[in-house]
């Protein structure tokens, strides 16, 4: 999947639930915040699912690649960390033992909605002030990514998916025992391969100091601007 396609899909996923779910007409906004923010991730999974599957049944013109009758079947079969990689420790981290020794804490939850083994569907939820909100519906490329590395309903593995920014790599961590591998659509790998950290880490390092070395001084005026 192209990296600026499955960017450009997600942000139209997360753009559309914002205005599809949470302008409502007639609400204060107290009221509307209380509404939707939950004391579990798993409450706020379940209004997400709820929510998408009326999106899909009232906005037939909008294709996000999800059937609606196989959503509403379908069960959530895990909660995935979504991490962002820090660019910075990237750059100067030669070696690491996990993607996780250089990346942030979990900025959402992402739950994949399975039926048949088979991923129709994900939602994603964030905690913010010790509340549940949902924040992104129908990630199409997620979904794709997850049914391609077959990673999303194995139960006795955690998963993560690490966001490399600039470079716009998506890598799927899957820790079982202690020791994490991943899949990767980067390189010579696909993703459905699955590959040490010391396998890709090396290629990832020396692309982004490339992008640094080409964009570093232009991204640094744009932030001195804001």
């Known amino acids: 999947m192209n990296s600026i396609l499955k960017t450009a899909l997600f942000l139209f996923s997360l753009i559309f639930f914002l205005v599809a779910c949470e302008k409502q007409e007639g ?95 994900v939602v994603e939820v964030r905690e913010e002030r010790s509340k549940w909100k949902v924040s992104g519906l129908g990630n199409k490329p997620l979904t794709e990514d997850f049914n391609m590395a077959g990673i999303a309903n194995n139960n006795e593995a955690a ?14 961590g899957v820790r079982m025992g202690g020791a994490e591998t991943y899949h990767v659509n980067f390189g010579e790998y696909t993703l459905k391969d699955t590959v040490s950290i010391q396998a890709f880490y090396p290629l990832l390092r020396e692309n982004s100091i490339q992008f640094q070395k080409e964009f570093g001084d232009i991204l640094k005026k744009q932030q001195l601007v804001k």
Not at 83 to 101: A, H, I, R, Y
Not at 103 to 114: C, D, E, G, I, N
Not at 159 to 172: A, G, M, S
């Open 159 to 172: 998963v993560t998916v690490y966001e490399v920014p600039n470079l716009q790599i998506f890598v799927y």
């Open 27 to 121: 609400e204060g906004e107290g009221e509307m915040n209380e509404k939707n923010s939950f004391d579990t991730p798993e409450e706020a999974v379940a209004k997400a699912k709820s929510d998408l599957i009326q999106v899909l049944e009232t906005s037939k013109d909008l294709d996000l690649g999800i059937d609606v009758e196989k959503l509403r079947n379908a069960t959530q079969v895990r909660m995935v960390q979504y991490v962002d990689v820090d660019f910075g420790k990237l750059l100067t981290t030669e070696n690491v033992q996990s993607l996780s020794d250089i990346s942030s804490a979990p900025k959402s939850m992402v739950a994949p909605f399975a039926l048949q083994s088979n991923v129709v569907g």
